[in-house]
């Protein structure tokens, strides 16, 4: 079992940046594949970026180029950069953690998740 708090999330005008944190809980986190989601009010949930255990990375295409997935596994934490906001990224961001070996940007693949951070981009 793992538990994850994400931080970082705030307001920023369009062409700011900002650096999301997850911490996890428990001494397993090398253990995960970990994810970025994020979700607007009506929308379906939909994927940013995601890290092995190894630390190999994909993006959605939306966000090459501008966000950039890390992690530290001693600190049993994942990041996302991201640069170049715009308003369209505006959403909550909910980090997620999957058993898995390789990242994967199906929702359903994860096992468990944060609570989500708002992220608001002023235009």
């Known amino acids: 079992q793992v538990q994850l708090v994400e931080s970082g999330g705030g307001v920023v005008q369009a062409g700011g940046s900002l650096r999301l944190s997850c911490a996890a809980s428990?001494?397993?986190?090398?253990?995960?594949?970990m994810g970025w989601f994020r979700r607007v009010p009506g929308k379906e949930r939909e994927f940013v970026a995601a890290i092995s255990r190894s630390g190999g990375t994909i993006l959605s295409d939306s966000v090459k180029g501008r966000f950039t997935i890390s992690r530290d596994n001693p600190k049993n934490t994942v990041y996302l950069q991201m640069n170049s906001l715009k308003p369209e990224d505006t959403a909550v961001y909910y980090c997620?953690?999957?058993?898995?070996?390789?990242?994967?940007?199906?929702?359903?693949?994860?096992?468990?998740w944060g609570q989500g951070t708002q992220v608001t981009v002023s235009s």
């Open positions: 428990g001494r397993t986190f090398s253990s995960y594949a």
């Open positions: 997620a953690a999957d058993l898995g070996a390789i990242p994967r940007s199906s929702w359903s693949s994860y096992d468990h």
